[in-house]
């Protein structure tokens, strides 16, 4: 189609080129801005933020000495519920059930504390982490569509070229 409208064979090659640059620059962008965002809220004072409020904590899996995975706990009274925050495993790690272990971590705590139901939103785009809540009983309640991470500006460049889905899970423990 570039090349019936413009009659421009270097232009229609040199298109798909930049359209994958603005992407990739748009995804950057979003992803340095979200981990700005996280290194400067809860994860820039874990003890006050997931240690010291009950009903909330936070694990660190640990590896030959290394640092190989993390995963965080928040509790909200209001609803009886937990939230699963902050999971993450080293990439170089991944596919040893360090995740589904910390995961099983946080499930022991909402059923030690009482919590009827744990939650947790992703923005995951690699079926292995969906199909990692849904091997520990979560249901898939809902997406939605143009997320907006924090961090993010929203402005007609980064929604054409960054997209977010943001998928909500739930775990009901017990009945209230």
């Not at 909330?56 to 009274?77: P, Q």
């Not at 495993?89 to 059923?111: C, H, P, Q, T, W």
């Not at 091997?135 to 907006?148: D, I, N, R, T």
Request: with cysteine; hydrophobic share 40%; proline share 2%.
């Amino acid at each position: 189609m570039c090349f019936v409208v413009t009659k421009s064979f270097l232009l229609t090659c040199c298109l798909p080129v930049f359209l994958m640059g603005m992407r990739y620059y748009f995804s950057r962008k979003v992803i340095l801005h979200y981990l700005d965002c996280a290194l400067h809220t809860d994860m820039s004072d874990i003890e006050q933020y997931y240690m010291k409020p009950p009903g909330s904590c936070f694990w660190v899996a640990v590896l030959d000495g290394n640092v190989v995975g993390i995963v965080a706990a928040r509790g909200n009274e209001e609803d009886n519920t937990v939230e699963l925050r902050r999971m993450s495993v080293d990439s170089n790690y991944r596919g040893k059930g360090i995740a589904k272990a910390l995961g099983r971590k946080v499930l022991e705590f909402a059923m030690l504390n009482n919590y009827s139901s744990v939650v947790l939103g992703t923005t995951a785009v690699k079926m292995a982490a969906h199909k990692l809540y849904e091997s520990l009983g979560f249901k898939h309640v809902g997406v939605v569509e143009h997320y907006a991470l924090p961090g993010m500006t929203r402005s007609l460049l980064e929604r054409m070229f960054f997209q977010v889905r943001y998928h909500r899970y739930r775990l009901q423990l017990r009945e209230e």
